[in-house]
């Protein structure tokens, strides 16, 4: 068990729709990566967080959006969902932006299929 | 993004032999260079990582070469064994940037065959 908790675990829902993820990090962990993990793309970084703000962004589409809040829980929002958004949907955690040892804590992950 | 070329694909080992992934990256930028091995419905999780100052690091049945001219690294498992069927990514970092995200390879699954 990393620490990091997603939820929900698995959810289906129709093109157009809009979905919320949520991810709560590992106790004193400061900053939250979102990942997007397809069969063909493999593990693609989406955005970082670190208490609270914007570190950096990846490949994440402008339909998606993120934010990190003071109590540290993160939420990867999607909205106007297509087909292709279907994936394996992770958060990680850190202690730091550029922890000492650069270990990254992933959950177990959020299965999106969209209809 | 900068890509991080990973092979094989997939890889079918013997109880007991050797399994052998590889990596190249482009950016030498890079300092951090770790493995992660990923179980079905599990997240992955860090097994060994290296920095640029050695060219070796061994934990265990898990050893990375790492060759920072030729800009490719590798990880060898010796003695193999069924419970090391996962998947393995090889992934990159950079220090000093703010962020500390890695960027992947597309994954290697293990296979281990009794």
């Known amino acids: 068990d990393s620490g990091v908790t997603q939820t929900p675990k698995h959810l289906i829902t129709a093109t157009g729709q809009r979905v919320t993820l949520r991810c709560s990090p590992r106790s004193g962990d400061l900053s939250v990566y979102w990942y997007q993990q397809s069969l063909d793309q493999g593990l693609q970084f989406l955005i970082h967080y670190y208490n609270g703000e914007e570190r950096a962004k990846g490949n994440i589409l402008e339909r998606f959006s993120a934010q990190q809040f003071p109590d540290l829980h993160s939420e990867l929002n999607l909205s106007s969902l297509e087909l292709g958004d279907s994936a394996l949907y992770f958060c990680a955690s850190s202690v730091t932006p550029a922890g000492n040892t650069g270990e990254l804590f992933f959950g177990e992950g959020s299965r999106l299929t969209v209809l | 993004q900068q890509q991080v070329k990973q092979s094989p694909q997939s890889l079918i080992v013997q109880k007991g032999g050797i399994s052998i992934i590889n990596c190249a990256y482009e950016?030498?930028?890079?300092?951090?260079f770790p493995w992660y091995q990923q179980f079905p419905g599990k997240g992955p999780a860090l097994l060994i990582a290296i920095r640029p100052d050695v060219s070796e690091k061994k934990e265990g049945r898990f050893t990375i070469s790492f060759n920072k001219s030729a800009k490719q690294f590798s990880l060898h498992i010796m003695d193999s064994q069924p419970g090391d069927s996962a998947t393995y990514f090889c992934?990159?970092?950079?220090?000093?940037?703010?962020?500390?995200?890695?960027?992947f390879g597309k994954g290697t699954k293990l296979s281990v065959i009794p």
């Open positions: 950016n030498t930028a890079f300092d951090y």
């Open positions: 992934a990159t970092s950079m220090s000093g940037a703010g962020s500390y995200q890695l960027t």
